[in-house]
T-cell receptor, first 112, second 115 residues
Framework: DGGITQSPKYLFRKEGQNVTLSCEQNLNHDAMYWYRQDPGQGLRLIYYSQIVNDFQKGDIAEGYSVSREKKESFPLTVTSAQKNPTAFYLC???????????FGPGTRLTVT | AQSVAQPEDQVNVAEGNPLTVKCTYSVSGNPYLFWYVQYPNRGLQFLLKYITGDNLVKGSYGFEAEFNKSQTSFHLKKPSALVSDSALYFCAVRLRMDSSYKLIFGSGTRLLVRP
């Protein structure tokens, strides 16, 4: 997990509220990613960003939004439009030319 | 559809015995394949990858994996399991997306090593 921090570790919200998850990396990686993990389903890509001020939708972007104003930061907002937001959220990053991604410790979001 | 399959939800093995965690893939072209490990409530840790070359790749913590193109498999192996190897293991394949790439993950296999 070294070099990528996610906060908070646990987050509780009421239904209908937007919530922002933090992801910061000090690895000088260009690319950053957000995944959602649900039991028995592996990881699914929400959004990704290759460079500052640019990002693209992944496979399950509906109900989520991101920004990439700084190279080291890639926050994820879970909006009230996300129908089933309770999940474990993982942020990852990778440098140019390197195939594997490096993951943060994750944030467990519970919405009731 | 391009995908990765991990056919076993759980693998049980006794400490000291060899272990195998299975992975098969369905992608076009030459695949880039990865194994990650996840401990409870933690992020994923990279174990090893196959890009090209020798079909047997070695990774962290004594793990290795064998790429088999004819069987479209990339099974994770370790000669002698440790109790501390108990964790959730994910196989992944890299897919091209426009000007970048993404990882497609299998559903995960829980490895339980009993003392």
């Amino acid at each position: 997990d070294g070099g990528i921090t996610q906060s908070p570790k646990y987050l509780f919200r009421k239904e209908g509220q937007n919530v922002t998850l933090s992801c910061e990396q000090n690895l000088n990686h260009d690319a950053m990613y957000w995944y959602r993990q649900d039991p028995g389903q592996g990881l699914r890509l929400i959004y990704y960003s290759q460079i500052v001020n640019d990002f693209q939708k992944g496979d399950i972007a509906e109900g989520y939004s991101v920004s990439r104003e700084k190279k080291e930061s890639f926050p994820l907002t879970v909006t009230s439009a996300q129908k089933n937001p309770t999940a474990f959220y993982l942020c990852a990053s990778s440098p140019v030319g390197i195939h594997e991604q490096y993951f943060g410790p994750g944030t467990r979001l519970t919405v009731t | 559809a391009q995908s990765v399959a991990q056919p076993e939800d759980q693998v049980n093995v006794a400490e000291g015995n060899p272990l195998t965690v299975k992975c098969t893939y369905s992608v076009s072209g030459n695949p880039y394949l990865f194994w990650y490990v996840q401990y409870p409530n933690r992020g994923l840790q990279f174990l090893l990858k196959y890009i090209t070359g020798d079909n047997l790749v070695k990774g962290s913590y004594g793990f290795e994996a064998e790429f088999n193109k004819s069987q479209t498999s990339f099974h994770l192996k370790k000669p002698s399991a440790l109790v501390s190897d108990s964790a959730l293991y994910f196989c992944a394949v890299r897919l091209r997306m426009d000007s970048s790439y993404k990882l497609i993950f299998g559903s995960g296999t829980r490895l339980l090593v009993r003392p």
